[in-house]
């Protein structure tokens, strides 16, 4: 018996190739595209990194300032001048709550963040004030200065006791000369609040 064979024709086997080779392309395109994770790629550079930290589940609130050369001063009000920028406003307990998938979570930590993101020779005035008291209690603070360019190293660490609310402390003054190094430090005070006491100069 003789079966019937239906020969294939060439044109059709060499688009059908072509297709799936287009195909294989566009798929390996596919993979090598990630346009969601580009968006999310935010590249902010520090110089300088400055931590403010007080115990955890303390309800007091504590703020800091800090003055450029420039005489451009960053605190809660004014959280972006200069180069100076304010990552992180802890208000106590106030802001330790979030939302995670419909569960509420608590943050205990009290810390607030400045990034100093640009060179600026010159001196720079790092005050702490203790801007709201819940306990009535003093609060004991650390405060502490890391250069992050080239590698980080810690430049000062420092502890303070602030007594009461309204209390304000020149924690330190430093000078940055143009290659970015902490040339001289002191602690003259320098008042840069209306609230307690007569403004220092």
Do not use: C
């Amino acid at each position: 018996m003789i079966r019937n064979r239906q020969l294939s024709d060439p044109f059709t086997d060499l688009l059908f190739n072509t297709l799936l080779g287009f195909s294989l392309l566009f798929f390996i395109s596919i993979i090598f595209m990630n346009p969601i994770a580009s968006l999310g790629n935010v590249n902010f550079k520090a110089e300088y990194i400055i931590t403010v930290t007080w115990p955890d589940d303390q309800p007091d609130d504590l703020d800091i300032w800090v003055q450029d050369p420039g005489g451009n001063l960053l605190s809660y009000r004014n959280s972006n001048v200069g180069w100076l920028h304010l990552d992180r406003d802890d208000q106590g307990n106030l802001n330790d709550t979030v939302m995670i998938n419909g569960v509420e979570t608590v943050y205990p930590i009290n810390q607030e963040v400045v990034t100093i993101r640009g060179i600026v020779s010159g001196e720079y005035i790092v005050n702490l004030q203790y801007y709201k008291s819940v306990t009535g209690k003093p609060v004991k603070a650390t405060v502490k200065i890391e250069k992050v360019n080239p590698s980080l190293k810690v430049v000062y660490v420092d502890k303070l006791t602030l007594q009461k609310e309204d209390d304000e402390k020149t924690v330190l003054r430093f000078r940055l000369d143009a290659s970015g190094e902490v040339d001289s430090i002191n602690h003259l005070p320098k008042k840069f609040t209306n609230y307690g006491l007569e403004v220092l100069n």
